[in-house]
């Protein structure tokens, strides 16, 4: 059974950091790109970025290029994404997917996610 458990969310002011975790099981992990999709209130879900199998191929959304690094230890079966220079917009419940790039319509998040709150 694919299992993907995301962690390192948190509340965080403007301008700060984190580092979000995705652990995956029950699958070939090394042998899947990877992505981040995420949430906001009340709103649809947003592609954020996406790694290849080997991690030497990355995509961003506009919205976070050059604040956001995406990243992956397939010896830990471990899915990163680096967030920087946050800003509230960034708001969000962050999945991780076994998609290669952005989901397609009705596409659900088999995962809980994990809550960035961006606030003073």
């Known amino acids: 059974e694919v299992q993907l458990v995301e962690s390192g969310g948190g509340l965080v002011k403007p301008g700060g950091s984190l580092r979000l975790s995705c652990a995956a099981s029950g699958f070939t992990f090394s042998s899947y790109a990877m992505s981040w999709v995420r949430q906001a209130p009340g709103k649809g879900l947003e592609w954020v970025s996406t790694?290849?199998?080997?991690?030497?191929?990355?995509a961003y959304a506009d919205s976070v290029k050059g604040r956001f690094t995406i990243s992956r230890d397939n010896a830990k079966n471990t899915l990163y994404l680096r967030m920087n220079s946050l800003k509230p917009e960034d708001t969000a419940v962050y999945y991780c997917?076994?998609?290669?790039?952005?989901?397609?319509?009705?596409?659900?998040?088999r995962s809980q996610g994990t809550q960035v709150t961006v606030s003073s």
């Open positions: 790694i290849n199998s080997g991690g030497g191929m990355t």
């Open positions: 997917a076994t998609l290669a790039g952005r989901p397609l319509t009705g596409w659900v998040p």
